[in-house]
């Protein structure tokens, strides 16, 4: 596969802009993404983004879609905003009238805690979902919002490993979650989109996610190297194609805590779109990955928001952050689903 660059003077890095950016421009390096069409109207249900932020751009609603949309949102390398990038696409989804299931797969249970959930010891969680083969994906399922629920996690889930391992040698471990939400996917109120906050690693809970999955989202911080990790994690995806999933593949890349106005930004990108664009019309599973528009800026109320229990529409709607949500869910609303293999 092609090797991403280990360092910042690469010659197909473009040089420097002769001036900065304003602040809170987008990067000048434009990312590829699915052309935006018919305008929608944020249903009513939606008060927390307001018109004037929801009118700024057009959108063409995922309608009466054949099965939900699964993404995994999945980078090895922890702190680039998995969590909060699950959190706030699902609530933007919502507010574009989708229904969303969210699956916590980390034994730390940020994203639980992102939706204000605190689970008793006694609750069921995805622990037992995956562990315990008479629990059902509709008993561990929670309500936290119009059109949003959850299957939560607690620090229990970091067992679950254990208590798979006999079956991994069958392939049976690989798949539980999977074989549990297929239930839930053949229901009339399924949900339009899964999405799945997978944990910082590479073990027996990420496998299960990319096994569900359909479409792999990677949050990147524009760092050189969180940029060579990618590498890795594209041969994991692929390993997880050939054995498990053959339908499984890279959607793209979305810009977190992003900085366009940095010169190691603009490298990064530039490095970035070169290697999505080394891969077009290869047999892997990033082909057709794009860098989503646009990138999320580094904002403080994404990183405050969490502590209240809220998403960014909740807590500040006005901020930058919600309004690069915003525009994030209505970017992956209008692309292409992934195609059956």
């Not at 090797?3 to 987008?26: C, V, W």
């Not at 008793?120 to 994906?137: C, G, K, P, R």
């Amino acid at each position: 596969m092609n090797e991403l660059p280990m360092h910042p003077n690469s010659p197909n890095t473009p040089a420097p802009p002769d001036s900065p950016p304003a602040p809170g421009s987008t990067q000048e390096v434009t990312p590829q993404v699915a052309p935006q069409v018919t305008q929608n109207a944020v249903p009513e249900v939606s008060p927390a983004i307001p018109p004037q932020i929801s009118e700024r751009m057009p959108v063409q609603t995922n309608v009466a879609a054949a099965s939900p949309r699964i993404l995994a949102v999945m980078n090895q390398k922890g702190g680039v905003g998995k969590t909060t990038t699950t959190a706030n696409l699902a609530a933007g989804l919502t507010y574009l009238d989708q229904k969303v299931l969210v699956i916590d797969m980390d034994p730390q249970a940020h994203l639980s805690l992102h939706f204000g959930l605190e689970l008793a010891s006694t609750d069921l969680n995805l622990y037992q979902l995956l562990a315990e083969d008479e629990v059902t994906v509709q008993e561990v399922i929670r309500e936290v919002g119009s059109n949003l629920s959850i299957i939560p996690a607690q620090v229990n889930l970091a067992g679950v490993e254990a208590e798979l391992a006999p079956k991994v040698i069958t392939g049976q471990a690989q798949r539980v979650l999977a074989d549990k939400v297929e239930a839930l996917l053949q229901t009339p109120d399924r949900p339009d989109y899964i999405i799945i906050d997978c944990p910082p690693s590479l073990g027996l809970l990420a496998i299960n996610a990319l096994t569900l999955a359909r479409e792999v989202v990677v949050p990147l911080q524009a760092h050189f190297l969180a940029l060579q990790g990618l590498s890795k994690l594209f041969e994991t995806i692929q390993l997880i194609q050939q054995g498990f999933n053959p339908k499984l593949r890279v959607g793209g890349v979305v810009l977190c805590m992003h900085e366009a106005n940095t010169i190691l930004a603009s490298e990064v990108v530039a490095d970035l779109m070169n290697f999505l664009e080394a891969g077009r019309g290869q047999d892997v599973p990033w082909a057709d990955a794009v860098i989503y528009e646009p990138p999320i800026r580094r904002n403080i109320k994404l990183a405050e928001s969490p502590s209240f229990g809220k998403t960014i529409f909740e807590y500040a709607p006005h901020c930058a952050g919600a309004r690069d949500y915003e525009r994030l869910a209505k970017s992956i609303l209008s692309t292409p689903t992934a195609s059956a293999s």
